[in-house]
């Protein structure tokens, strides 16, 4: 089963920030939060991923809480493209551990 | 950029064929998995593969199912007698290291059992 909760759908005004957010409140010391994005039934693909301090990268950024129970996807400048499935997924960082993917939140981007 | 490459990118068969779905994972990565998700369902774990053998699979993968790296460069997923409820989307994907590392998937074969 999967570790974490996320909204069913939401919605963000293109040019906003879409602020995506995730329960985790079982995660382990050595579990990392990933997110991936599924566009219309294409393959998942890989957005950014932290184990406790932010992250940013050209795609987003990862707010993570002081005690890792929850986190927040941010993509700055939601554009069109950005409409999917964005899927919270705990896994721990070595090994090839399989990753579990829940029902996600689809985010639509309105024009 | 690299990327995995998966073909074909739509098989129909009938019920009770072979098929095999064949990947080319990125070149430098160790890595393989494959995920399929039923329409309008999860994307659901099959299998991961390291050093020629299998690392982990699920209840789904069951004795229908096998996998192989047959040269160096594709990875396959065969599916021995198809039934009705194989129909789905079939995912290939790699990773490079067994440390916090992103997987990248392909495309996807869309797999239709008549």
């Known amino acids: 089963d999967a570790k974490t909760t996320q909204p069913t759908s939401m919605d963000c005004a293109e040019g906003r920030a879409a602020n995506l957010p995730c329960n985790h409140s079982?995660?382990?010391?050595?579990?990392?939060v990933y997110w991936y994005r599924q566009i219309h039934s294409q393959g998942p693909q890989y957005i950014i991923h932290?184990?406790?301090n932010n992250e940013t990268n050209e795609m987003a950024s990862l707010i993570i809480t002081e005690d890792r129970k929850s986190s927040t996807l941010i993509l700055p400048h939601a554009t069109l493209r950005d409409t999917a499935v964005y899927y919270c997924?705990?896994?721990?960082?070595?090994?090839?551990?399989?990753?579990?993917f829940g029902t996600g939140t689809r985010l639509t981007i309105i024009p | 950029e690299p990327e995995v490459t998966q073909t074909p990118s739509h098989q129909v068969t009938q019920m009770g064929q072979e098929v095999i779905l064949r990947c080319v994972p990125i070149?430098?990565?160790?890595?393989f998995y494959w995920y399929r998700q039923i329409l309008g369902q999860k994307v659901e774990f099959l299998v991961s593969?390291?050093?020629?053998?299998?690392?982990?699979k699920s209840e789904i993968f069951d004795d229908q199912f096998s996998v192989e790296r047959p040269d160096g460069s594709n990875f396959t997923l065969k599916i021995r007698s198809t039934k009705l409820e194989d129909s789905a989307m079939y995912f290939c994907?790699?990773?490079?290291?067994?440390?916090?590392?992103?997987?990248?998937f392909g495309q996807g074969t869309r797999l239709t059992v008549v």
């Open positions: 079982t995660i382990s010391g050595n579990e990392y």
């Open positions: 593969f390291y050093n020629n053998e299998i690392s982990e």
């Open positions: 997924i705990v896994r721990v960082g070595f090994g090839n551990e399989k990753l579990t």
């Open positions: 994907a790699s990773s490079w290291d067994r440390s916090d590392t992103e997987a990248f």
């Open positions: 932290g184990l406790k």
């Open positions: 070149s430098n990565h160790l890595y």
